[in-house]
């Protein structure tokens, strides 16, 4: 058994698999005999069918399947051995000749393959890009303190309520005469949130109202979903469909929502326990935060730019005709129209993932497990922080940060991404970066 590569261009080749039915003589007999052993044939015991019958019954198939595997584990180690770098995986040649388990001795098997292209990375100072630096601005600042605000706010008792009023009433079902229904739904201390009541005319007998009013009402006009109602009324959604929809309130406690004060109540609950003495540093650290908040936009931006930038000027040629065949054939659900629309996209993601990975190799640019670690408790953070969550103990995000680095996906992915930060990184110090300063507004026209 034998692998020939024969070389077509700069990108592609062919590998062709010579075998015999010697090569896998061994492997074909031992296949047959688990075949006996297992063979369910009528007439003949478990065990007991003649090594003639399961190789005229079987033999083909097994052949086939053998010759598989070889060929499988050959092409493998051709290319460790030869250390070719392909794009893809091998492909069967579609001038494949047809092939006779039965009576060839000799087979011969021809694949196609992909070669990631040879260039050189020469970075100068006479390369340029913009490392955008995006202001920070007093209504900035004033919409951080607004959310923090609104975030740890609370509702507190007013006598009238409006329509951002939060009222606690008891619900009592009525019948058709607007009496109270006998064995009717009713609940204690229910919590209705006036601005999400659905029907305006409902929402105005809910507005202006004061402990002790009483207010008939349709409940289903008002709440519409019925998951709603079953959350309100504690009942199960199925029975909601069969219920009246006359509902007695009477309000128990009108409460209107306040906005947290700027003191050092809300400076705990933002940054941990005087972590931030005073309105000062307060201000200081927001600023930080909103340049932290934009500090993956604006790298992206550079790491966009740099590819563009180092794309175009080396050049890269890659086998498009073998790549096009080998994302049909890997993905089975994907139509040619939309290998023809997203393929401009993948050639360009292409290009750069062999860019980032041929600076990462030369220069030896590795996350260390401390980095991806340290990488893992950031973005848990920022999950954190998107709940209202902006200060965990550290022990409890070493401990989430191992779980997340344990499922191998999410290591991979965050891997890629700190790799690819350490080759922006390392470009941007190679190359010419000029700092501009730009409003939010007009980074945001640098994406359009």
Known sequence: MEVV????DELNATLTVHV??????ENVE?????FRRKANVPGFRPGHVPAGLVKKMYGNAIIAEE?????SSSLSEYLVVEKLNVLGDPLPSEKQEQVDFATQDKFEFVFDIGLSPEFEVKLTKRDKVNKYLIKVDDEMIAKYIESYQQRFGSFQNAKKSSEESMLKVDLVQLDDKSEILTDGVAVEDASISIKIIKDEEIK?????????TIIDFDLKKA????????????IEKEKVEELGAQFRATVNEVKEFAKAEVNQSLFDNVFGDNAVKDEKEFKARIIEDIRASFSRETKFKMMLDIREKLAEKLEISLPEDFLKRWIIATNKE???EQIEEEFPRFITDLKWTLIKSKIAKENELKVSEEELKSAAKQQLLAQFSQYGMSYIPDEYLDKYAIEMLQKESEANKLYEQEIEDKVVDFVAEAIK???????IEEFNELFK
């Open 223 to 234: 709440f519409p979903n019925d998951a709603e109602i079953s959350s309100l009324l504690n």
């Open 30 to 34: 031992k296949s047959i005999k688990e």
């Open 334 to 336: 994907v139509t040619a």
């Open 5 to 8: 590569k024969n070389q077509i």
């Open 433 to 439: 970066t000029e700092e501009k300063e730009v409003t």
């Open 67 to 71: 010759l598989n595997k070889i060929v």
């Open 20 to 25: 015999t039915k010697d090569d896998i003589a």
């Open 204 to 212: 105005k007998q809910f507005v202006g109202v004061e402990e002790g």
